[in-house]
């Protein structure tokens, strides 16, 4: 199983950047998938994720209203659409995910997640 995370970028502030994050599997074989990331000098954070039969969303808290998690099962797909960019957005994005039901608390918990990506930066300049 690998995650492939792509779509990152260069953008002003402001801006948009849509990153996407490839399942070589089936996407029904994961529960949960997220993103977080880790900024320069920053511990990895929590980001978004999305649940796979019901599609519930989480989001942190300085993200909420900007991006927005999606998924598209029949194409092994997970999306992260981030708008509104902001310099403090810059960071290396990750996408991970887990075959197994997360509880709510443990959605933004990095360690609950089984499976991880390579990262793609994203850079936001002022």
């Known amino acids: 199983v690998q995650l492939q995370a792509s779509g990152g970028g260069l953008v002003q502030t402001g801006g948009s950047l849509r990153l996407s994050c490839a399942h070589s599997?089936?996407?029904?074989?994961?529960?949960?998938t997220g993103w977080f990331r880790q900024g320069p000098g920053k511990e990895r954070e929590f980001v978004a994720s999305?649940?796979?039969?019901?599609?519930?969303?989480y989001y942190a808290d300085s993200v909420k209203g900007r991006f927005t998690i999606s998924r598209d099962n029949a194409n092994n797909m997970v999306y992260l659409q981030m708008n509104s960019l902001k310099p403090e957005d810059t960071a290396v994005y990750f996408c991970?995910?887990?075959?197994?039901?997360?509880?709510?608390?443990?959605?933004?918990?990095?360690?609950?997640?089984?499976?991880w990506g390579q990262g793609t930066q994203v850079t936001v300049s002022s």
């Open positions: 991970a995910a887990n075959r197994n039901r997360l509880i709510t608390s443990a959605q933004g918990t990095s360690t609950a997640y089984g499976y």
């Open positions: 599997g089936r996407t029904d074989t994961f529960d949960t």
């Open positions: 999305i649940t796979r039969s019901l599609r519930k969303t």
